[in-house]
Each structure stands twice: as C-alpha cells, then as structure tokens.
C-alpha cells in the first residue's frame, strides 16, 4: 500500500506559534512512518509558508524553500516555487497543527476546504464558534449545558463594572489559551484587565467565576462514533490555569497540577464525559476537540471552553487524557487521519 502523503502545518501568526511548533514536533514523531509520508511546512510569525525538513525550533534558520497550498481543487497540493517556476505536490491529506487565531478559527479550514485537500479537525463553522466564547456559551446553553454567565464589551460599548459580581474573568473572546486572560477582584482592576484583554482582541468577554473543580475531557471522533480519554483534573495552589505561558512548561506549572485520571467518582466521571459529547456533537466538532468543565460540588457541571485543535506536545493534556485510557498519540493520529480521508 502507498504511503499518505500528508503536509503537517505548523507555527503560524498566533501567539500560540511556539506550542504548535512543539505540537508539531510530537505529532511527527508518532506517525507511522510505514503508512505516512509527512510534508513539515512551517508558517513563520509573519505568515510565510515554507517546506522544511522537520517540525522543530530554529526551522526557519535552516534551508526550506518557499511554498503554498493551492486553492485550486485541481492541483490538490502544494507549489513549491523555484527558478521562476514551480513544483506541483499533489497531496492525500493535511494536518492542520496550528492553534489560535487563523489556526483553530476557521481560517485555514476555509482555504482547505477550497483547496478540496481532506483535513484532520474541525470544520470552519465549529472552529468559527469554538474559537469564539461567547457564541459556544450561548450554543452550548441552548443545548441545556450549565455555562458561566457572562457580558460582552464591543468597540466603545459602555459599561457598569460596579454591577459585576466579582471575582469575574476578563479574557478576548477569540484568543488561544490564557493570553491576556485576567482574574479581576474588583472594581479599581477592571480597566486594566480590559486594556489587556485588547491586546488580543477588540471583543472582551467577562465570565463570572465559576466555584468548582476544573476538569478536561479529551473527545475523538465524529458524529455518533465518538471516544474519549481519561477525565484530567486541575489543582490550583494560587491564580488560575496558565499553561504555555511557564518558563519551562515541560517541567510542570508552577502554580498547578493535573492528575490524570482524575481524583473523582466513577458516576461524575461518567456525567463529564456524557456532558463533553453532548457539547462535542452541539458545536459540530469533528476530528478532535478538548473540553473543558467545571465539576462543582453539587455535582453541576459548567462549561468553561472548547480547543478544536489542543495542544499535543509532550505535556500536553489532550494525549495524556486518551493515553491513560489506552489511545497513544500515534492511535490518535491514525483516527483523525482516517476520519479527514472519509469525509
């Protein structure tokens, strides 16, 4: 049988760049090499596209040579330009590691969907509303889902900040992980929470904070063919959840620990992983996706947000939840690749 021919993109313009760089790195370790024939095409930071040797740090210091993805569905693959010209690389399949704004929003979904290449993940409208919180809490509440409750800030909307129940969160509303992400006590630190949230995006979200155990649910699949790993559980000694944003994150975070499986009841455990493919299926998820919850004490579970396309470096916790329950990352990558060739 042929190998798939499969371009893995990676870094982009996010400020995730650098975790999809790792990602990348980890993901391409575990395809099997008997079955894939994997394409690395790094995206620097200021959004060119380059075919290079492997997915690592320094790749843009190291030979690659200028390419793009076709929107042409005739081409299916790659230019790679060179002396005037270029090289047509038809393509089987395209894994999108990129995390972020144009990564997880619906952006490169679109360009792959006009390209005609299959793609591993969520399609464009699931990414669109995932990507932004305030549009999943309100489908995912609509679902019967529990879900914080929350306000928007647009453009020069006024605002009250008196008549918040704090503590409350003050995030971008389309933005990666916790960048710009600030746990707001009261009123005096609101604005500046604001200011950088900005940083990120126009659009602020404010949550309430929600009393609870934070919990992740790491979900496979499409439709009603859907799997899921281990429930992980977040341990905070002080602030919130900040990974990515550490030093040396592969060394633990210094304010949490996340145990895998997670320090619950068998019957809560249950009800998070129904409730994750309850949300999973409401989005139109496909491919993979993590959510993540709060279990509180009354046993309530709360939404707190979706990732379409998580983190998958050697510390990250989408492959740790769904190798504790018997799916290596080399598994899962099988399934995806699978999954984007049926469509």
Known sequence: MPQIK?????????????????????????????KYDPIPIGITKNGAWKMCDLADFGWENRPCRDVLLSPDRTTHGLLVLEDGGYQIIRLDAVLPVLHGKTGEDGA?????ELSGIPYVGCGIESSALCMDKALTHLIVKNAGIATPRFWLLTGDDAFDPSSLPYPVFVKPARSGSS??????ENEASFYAAVAAAREFDEKVLIEEAIIGSEVGCAVLGSGAELSVGEV????LAHGFFRIHQESAPEEGSENATITVPAAISPKERELVR???????????????ARVDLFLQEDGKVVL???????????????PRMMDAAGMPLSAVMDRCIDLALKK
Do not use: W
């Open 6 to 34: 499969i371009a893995v993109l990676f870094g982009g313009c996010s400020e995730e760049h650098d975790v999809s760089v790792k990602s990348a790195k980890e993901i391409m370790k575990n395809l099997d090499p008997q």
């Open 108 to 112: 490169i979904q679109g360009l792959l």
């Open 179 to 184: 960048f710009g992400v600030t746990k707001v």
């Open 232 to 235: 992980d559980q977040i341990t």
């Open 274 to 288: 129904e409730t994750a493919k309850k949300i999973y299926r409401a989005l139109g998820c496909t491919g993979l």
């Open 304 to 318: 707190n947000e979706v990732n379409t396309f998580p983190g998958c470096t050697a510390y990250s916790r989408y």
